[in-house]
Structure formats: C-alpha cells, structure tokens
C-alpha cells in the first residue's frame, strides 16, 4: 500500500494533462513504514529525457536524476519511494516497456490521461523476480474522503 494526499494525487494529474499528448514523470519522495508501506510527502517533477520522436510513450530517468533525487531526500531524512508517470490516451497499466526499465521496492504511480484529461490514477509494484507488476492500493493518507 502507499499513502498520499489528495493533493499530490492532484499535482500528479496536473503534471499528466500539462504535458499531455507527452508522456509525463517525476519521482517520489517520502518514507517507508513497516506497517502501512509507503507514504509520499512530496513529488519530484522530471524532465523528460528521451528523445522528441518516441516521447509519448517512453519516459527515461536519468540516473543522475535519481542520484539527484536520492541527496535531495537524504537532506531531508526521507527515502525515494517510488516514480509516477503519464499514460496519454492510454491505461494506467504498466506497459512491458515499464516492467523492463522497473526498480524492485519502489511503488508506480501511473496516470491515465484520456484527450488531455486525467481518467484514472493507479499505483504497481514488481514482482521480485520481474516477471510482472502487482496492483498495490492507494491510501489517501489522513484526510480520507473516499
Ligand atoms: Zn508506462
């Protein structure tokens, strides 16, 4: 499970449909709990690096992104916990494409973004052996209105 405001479920939609018919990313920041797995208390919006022509369906991290992202964190004694992403006109379902480029731990958080307008929010994790990704809940953190 992974827990996270309404409103960074919201910034997370926003960034989908701005960059909208492009693919979308960023990081995301926050800690992890024996308990209640993961929570997020902040996002960490990413340029897009791959290249013009297939960017509406291929997001890459930099490494040096996440080596970014990872200082950033530890200055504020917190963990990256995971990455979001866009899905333009498509679901929120990892693609093989998300499977083979996957990190073992961290939580995906995919948006779909249908004509410009975000449709639907889900959260993956892997399978250790990266044979496939496991639907993981959503949890709204405190202030639950679902
Ligand atoms: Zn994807």
Request: aromatic share 6%; proline share 4%.
């Amino acid at each position: 499970m992974i827990s996270l405001s309404e409103e960074l479920i919201k910034q997370i939609e926003a960034h989908g449909e701005r960059d909208y018919p492009h693919e979308c990313g960023g990081i995301l920041i926050g800690h992890y709990n024996a308990e209640k797995g993961k929570t997020v208390v902040e996002l960490m919006p990413m340029e897009n690096a791959s290249e013009e022509s297939t960017r509406h369906n291929r997001v890459l991290i930099l490494p040096r992104d996440v080596l970014r992202a990872e200082r950033y964190a530890r200055e504020k004694k917190l963990d990256v916990v995971g990455y979001y992403h866009s899905h333009p006109d498509d679901k929120a379902v990892p693609s093989q494409f998300d499977l083979d480029h996957a990190l073992p731990v961290w939580s995906y958080i995919i948006v779909s973004v249908l004509q410009g307008k975000s449709a639907d929010v889900r959260s993956w994790e892997m399978e250790n052996d990266r044979s496939k990704f496991n639907e993981e809940e959503i949890g709204l953190g405190t202030r639950d209105e679902s």
